[in-house]
């Protein structure tokens, strides 16, 4: 099985939209590391927790779908959560939220209410919460950047953090732009 997560900005297709938890507490921890490792940071996705890519494409968004989105936030409470440990997956580095089920629960949600937009296009049988910190090309490369990150972050980490709003990022010709966001309960 495939292991492979990344930010919901890797793979830049003409116009795409994603909804994403932004996590600006660690900005300062992740931002040199994104700025240098994902393609994302450079076109304009801040840190974040992905909950639901791809999302519809832009031109299908319409005020059903941005009434359907208010409602799911303003059900949704605001959560606190920390980002305590450096993980991988194949061809990924990022950080793990504790506790993780509420962004399990939000993105199960958000795919109850979209159905025709699963986590990731269907790709993975568990998707599993993380803010990606650097994308690599796997192998040592992978290994000996996963090791300068934990190194760089142990002494900062956890990092305490709070979900506060749910945000719709669109993509046109590569570049991230911040849509709308939706405040949690």
């Known amino acids: ?49 992905t909950v639901l890519f791809p999302f519809r494409a832009p031109a299908a968004i319409a005020q ?18 920390a980002l305590g440990a450096v993980d991988a997956f194949e061809e990924a580095v990022f950080l793990r939220p504790f506790p993780d089920e509420w962004f399990r629960q939000l993105t199960g949600q958000l795919f109850a209410t979209f159905p025709d937009c699963p986590p990731y296009g269907g790709m993975y049988p568990d998707v599993v919460p993380h803010l990606t910190v650097a994308q690599t090309a796997g192998g040592e490369a992978h290994a000996a950047l996963r090791l ?29 732009n911040l849509a709308q966001r939706f405040p949690f309960a």
């Not at 990150?149 to 991230?176: F, H, K, R, V």
């Open 1 to 49: 099985a495939r292991t492979r997560r990344t930010s919901a900005a890797t793979d830049i297709k003409m116009s795409q939209s994603a909804l994403v938890v932004e996590v600006a507490a660690a900005e300062s921890l992740v931002g040199h590391w994104r700025r240098r490792h994902d393609v994302a940071a450079g076109r304009g996705m801040p840190a974040h927790i």
């Open 64 to 81: 059903a779908e941005l009434q359907s989105l208010t409602t799911v936030a303003a059900h949704t409470p605001r959560h606190r959560f």
């Open 148 to 176: 300068a990150i934990e190194s760089a972050m142990s002494s900062a980490l956890p990092i305490a953090c709070e979900a506060t709003a749910l945000s719709l990022y669109i993509s046109d010709n590569g570049q991230w």
